[in-house]
């Protein structure tokens, strides 16, 4: 497999697009949570109490077209190995959890990967749409469409008081859980966004840092999602944090203009070193990659570098995953394997660009 | 720092959780946290229901109710699935569906915790069986209306409510016989 059909394969097809904001703004995802009638969650419900659920899917919706997301596949987590999982979680199509131990866990996805339908999660259903940069409000329209497709013919968990029911108490309600991901080196470099988390949580939603153990935050990637998913109609959770994102959106172009009028040297010598050491390491340890895909990313945005793709960032988060990396080598590696591996992974990736300027 | 659990690894998790101004810290190793089957890398489940545990139990004991009630009430078990009130806290997940109905009682407060406030939804209601509910609700309505107006004795008026609520109960069956 040449490297070019294997970062094609390895970024869903969404991601080719670029979106609003996107020089900030990463992704927008929208999920529903949803559970059928009469059916035990699968926290407790047995194998054969679920095994219902992928049948209703496949009998309705898997093969037939959706007029937004078009046909829809149903992949069976029995059917794949334990690498190809791995895969579909680092691209965010599953949850680490639907992959480990979910009984008869299956996914529905349309062909372009912006929609997944995770079976047997949490809950019996979880409506995912991600698009590219700040689309929430189309995240929603279209996970509402898919929802009430799917509610056609299937009947959910409802209640008047209490909305959708679901396994979580704090999924009840809306059942929604939307959230962006966010690059935000300039307010991480200026000391700025440690002052305006805490307003964030105050307004009721929260900041993740991406693939971050504890608090901390990877390649300073963030991902902010609404807490609360009961009492607040779905348009109105998803304003409420479209708000507050597009204030960050400007808050990050400020400090990015500030930084390059008032410390330029500064910038570029950290971009470029970056630039250096993903361009001819040997070794690269998962933690360090991100961060200086991360200075890339802060180059190609601000013009400091040209002739690199923004899609890197996106693109090489995810090929240098474990998972990937093993499918691109074809065997299982070591740790020590891996990060030879993928310092190898981004040089030619690097190269491959000044080559062919540019991956289509 | 070394994981509380194993006292061997270093301790990669660290969460901090509040309640009623009482401050518990946990420090744990990948490998136990992984072991005790809630935490997978890349998802949130394992604070998120470490802390909903204990915020669910702090909502269990709140009511300085009298002793025998509050012990009733923390056996209270759901008839579908079978989970117990004092399940469900531990674990912060209900089993079925009708475990909402079958903990109403204890669950305002809860809800109104976790959700800012709220425990009533105001969203989207599901097309086809949204419908339904709300012809319930309308003949529910009515119901009371007929009620009413029949201990007041007016009875014209009466008889002509009786007739919407026929007619709604109608609707809801189809094209199926009389409702009594």
């Not at chain 1, 959890?97 to 529905?108: C, F, I, M, P, R």
């Not at chain 2, 997978?40 to 269990?60: E, K, R, V, Y």
Request: hydrophobic share 35%; with cysteine.
């Amino acid at each position: 497999m040449t490297l070019h059909s294997f970062i094609q394969n390895a970024t869903s097809p969404w991601m080719k697009n670029e979106g609003p904001d996107s020089d900030i703004v990463i992704s927008s995802r929208v999920r529903l949570a949803r559970n059928l009638e009469g059916i035990t969650f699968p926290i407790i419900a047995n194998e054969e109490e679920l095994s219902p659920v992928p049948e209703k899917v496949e009998a309705h919706f898997a093969g037939h077209s959706h007029k937004r997301f078009g046909e829809l596949s149903l992949i069976k987590m029995n059917d794949l190995t334990d690498n190809e999982k791995r895969i579909l979680v680092e691209k965010h199509l599953i949850s680490p959890n639907l992959s480990g131990k979910s009984k008869a866990g299956a996914v529905l996805l349309s062909e372009d990967e912006s929609l997944s339908v995770m079976v047997n999660e949490e809950d019996h259903f979880r409506i995912q749409c991600l698009l590219p940069g700040f689309q929430l409000q189309e995240g929603l329209k279209y996970a509402n469409d898919m929802d009430d497709w799917m509610e056609e013919k299937l009947d959910f968990a409802y209640d008047q008081r209490r909305g959708y029911l679901t396994s979580c108490p704090t999924n009840v309600g809306t059942g929604l859980r939307s959230s962006v991901m966010m690059h935000l080196p300039a307010l991480v470099m200026t000391n700025q966004l440690n002052r305006i988390l805490p307003a964030i949580n105050q307004l009721g939603l929260v900041v993740r840092g991406i693939y971050g153990e504890g608090s901390e935050a990877l390649g300073n990637l963030f991902q902010l999602s609404n807490q609360t998913t009961l009492g607040e109609s779905e348009s109105e959770i998803v304003e409420d944090l479209r708000s507050v994102v597009s204030q960050l959106v400007e808050r990050e172009r400020a400090a990015r203009e500030q930084l390059l009028t008032q410390s330029t040297n500064i910038v570029e010598d950290r971009i470029y070193r970056s630039l250096g050491i993903l361009s001819y390491s040997r070794r690269m340890e998962s933690k360090e990659a991100m961060q200086r895909l991360s200075d890339i990313r802060l180059g190609i945005d601000t013009g400091i570098i040209k002739g690199i793709d923004a899609k890197i960032l996106n693109e090489l988060m995810v090929l240098t995953q474990p998972g990937f990396l093993q499918h691109y080598a074809g065997e299982a590696l070591t740790a020590e394997q891996r990060d030879q591996r993928r310092a190898t992974l981004i040089r030619e990736r690097l190269t491959l660009e000044e080559h062919d300027g540019g991956v289509e | 720092m070394l994981c509380q659990e194993c006292q061997e690894r270093e301790a990669t998790l660290h969460f901090t959780k509040i309640i009623n101004g009482e401050k518990t810290e946990f420090h744990i190793c990948d490998v136990c946290a992984k072991e005790r089957g809630d935490y997978t890398p890349g998802s949130n489940s394992f604070s998120i229901h470490q802390l909903l545990s204990g915020l669910l139990d702090t909502a269990g004991q709140q009511k300085p109710s009298r002793e025998i009630g509050a012990q009733q009430r923390a056996e209270k078990q759901c008839p579908s699935c079978g989970m117990t009130y004092r399940q469900f806290a531990e674990i912060g997940r209900f089993g079925c569906a009708d475990c909402y109905e079958s903990f109403d009682e204890k669950l305002d407060p809860v809800l109104r915790r976790i959700h800012g406030g709220n425990a009533q939804h105001t969203g989207k209601v599901p097309k086809r069986k949204g419908k339904d509910l709300h012809v319930y609700k309308q003949i529910e309505d009515l119901k009371q209306k007929l009620q009413q107006l029949i201990a007041e004795e007016e009875f014209e008026a009466a008889a002509t409510t009786r007739d919407e609520i026929r007619s709604l109960e109608h609707s809801l069956k189809g094209k199926g016989g009389e409702s009594s």
